[in-house]
């Protein structure tokens, strides 16, 4: 199978994906192989590539919002039949037995696996997963446009839960790319007043198309205090803006798995009650809350497609902030399913 493959991080603009022609991969007990139509591509991906995140073996395939059809089973595996189209997220893995995964917290498990970091992800045409952590794909979606779900949808859906917005409540999102885009058609349905901070334009005029009350510069200040709000971009220099923005016991919650380091601030900024909270991966509940919420309201992912000969040209215009929504790449383009929404 044809897949490109990361043996050494370093800056995308050296082009550290190489295509590489390798074996098919054999599914493992209770495991599905997949033949993989599309892979959205995530700013984690590009932590992975470029090493900010270190790597956690020589060799690697990346991407991790995998859409495609189940083409063999398993010994043991029930729950999908071939034909049937999935999605693989993050969340390769999990162990079941840590005191986070007895507490139904297995998002922080003691010994996960990633899939496109610890294990092989999706910049390839086949790869493998265990039948309880890939998701049925909800009809009505094209593969193109699950394929941001999997991960920038489900992380959103995550930190909005734990910025505990409710409805008539004020949102802030900083940093507008795909889980942003997402998140606010979710805040919308929840009749969330949302202020969008972002520093590209186009990302500006993004979020007023999606409903966005007030849009503005990365690090400005909206024209109402914030009950709550979302820090998808990877700068830790926004944190003390975003705290200047919220109102008394409000919410600041961290959207990335990367961040530079947060700049030292005054008490003020934080007292009161107001409170920073990260988020770390997601729990398999969340991942199907989201999907079925997805499918009603229904969410609509603006995509960005990639052919799969441009995996290194689609990093780096995700680094330059070049994406308008999602970036996907396209894996088997003459088996791509569902309807494109107009
Ligand atoms: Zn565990
Ligand atoms: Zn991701």
């Excluded at 700013?43 to 189940?70: A, C, F, N």
């Excluded at 830790?236 to 990335?256: I, T």
């Excluded at 003020?268 to 919420?293: C, M």
Aim: with cysteine.
């Amino acid at each position: 199978m044809r897949a490109w493959v990361l043996e050494k991080p370093g800056p995308v603009e050296a082009d550290p994906l190489r295509e590489k022609d390798l074996a098919v991969p054999e599914p493992g007990q209770r495991e599905l192989l997949v033949r993989i139509t599309v892979c959205g591509i995530c700013r984690t991906d590009l932590h992975v590539v470029e090493g900010e995140l270190p790597p956690k073996s020589p060799s690697m395939i990346p991407g991790h919002q995998i859409v495609g059809v189940v083409e063999r089973l398993g010994s043991g595996a029930t729950k999908y039949r071939r034909g049937d189209r999935v999605g693989i997220p993050w969340l390769h893995q999990t162990c079941g037995k840590c005191p986070y995964c007895r507490s139904g917290r297995e998002n922080l498990c003691d010994f996960p696996q990633f899939t496109g970091y610890s294990v092989n992800g999706g910049y390839a045409e086949y790869t493998v997963a265990h039948e309880d952590f890939v998701y049925p794909i909800p009809t009505g979606f094209h593969d193109l446009e699950a394929a941001p779900l999997l991960c920038a949808g489900i992380i959103g859906f995550r930190c909005l839960r734990l910025s505990g917005i409710a409805g008539g409540d004020n949102l802030g999102i900083y940093g507008f790319g795909a889980a942003g885009h997402v998140s606010i058609q979710i805040a919308r349905h929840w009749n969330v007043n949302v202020f969008a901070c972002t520093r590209e334009e186009k990302h500006r005029r993004l979020a007023l198309e999606l409903g966005a009350r007030w849009s503005g510069d990365a690090a400005a200040e909206p024209p109402e205090k914030l009950d709550a709000s979302i820090i998808f971009a990877p700068s830790g220099e926004l944190v003390p803006p975003a705290l200047r923005a919220l109102k008394k016991g409000g919410r600041l919650v961290l959207g990335g798995i990367h961040m530079s380091p947060i700049p030292s601030f005054s008490y003020p900024l934080i007292y009161e009650e107001r409170s920073i909270k990260s988020v770390a991966n997601n729990t398999r509940q969340d991942g199907h809350d989201f999907l079925k919420l997805a499918a009603e309201i229904p969410i609509h992912t603006e995509v960005q497609v990639f052919s799969f000969e441009q995996a290194n040209d689609a990093l780096k215009t995700l680094k330059h902030d070049g994406i308008r929504g999602a970036a996907v790449l396209e894996v088997n383009p003459d088996s791509l399913a569902g309807e494109r929404r107009p």
